[in-house]
């Protein structure tokens, strides 16, 4: 049974830099695209940014966060990265990793995702 555990978030001045991790445990998640996707209150869930499983790694980004946000993986370590800079008030939320079998990183259907994780909060502050 496969798990996820994300960390990293933290309280953050607007303008800063987090990086968040992912560790994947009970099964090998090279064959699965992963990524993240984040949460602000009130809101629904939102895609991110996602990563495919072979060679460099397709990337796919959520239109705010491109030149910001960087999403990268180590299929040695079962852990995907989110290195967020340039940080703003309204990228505060809960942020979650997921995982989907294959390769695609189209990920506009929430509900094709395998595994999620717990979340971790993230508060940007202005």
């Known amino acids: 049974q496969g798990r996820l555990v994300e960390s990293g978030g933290g309280l953050v001045q607007a303008g800063g830099s987090l990086r968040l991790s992912c560790a994947g445990s009970?099964?090998?998640?090279?064959?699965?695209?992963m990524g993240w996707f984040r949460q602000a209150p009130g809101k629904e869930r939102k895609f991110v940014a996602a990563i495919s499983w072979y060679g460099t790694g397709v990337t796919n980004y959520e239109d705010s966060v491109k030149g910001r946000f960087t999403i990268s993986r180590d299929n040695t370590k079962n852990t995907v990265y989110l290195q967020m800079n340039s940080l703003k008030p309204e990228d505060t939320a809960v942020y979650y990793c997921a995982a989907r079998r294959g390769s695609s990183t189209d990920w506009s259907n929430k509900s094709t995702l395998d595994y999620w994780g717990q979340g971790t909060q993230v508060t940007v502050s202005s």
């Open positions: 009970g099964r090998t998640f090279s064959p699965y695209a």
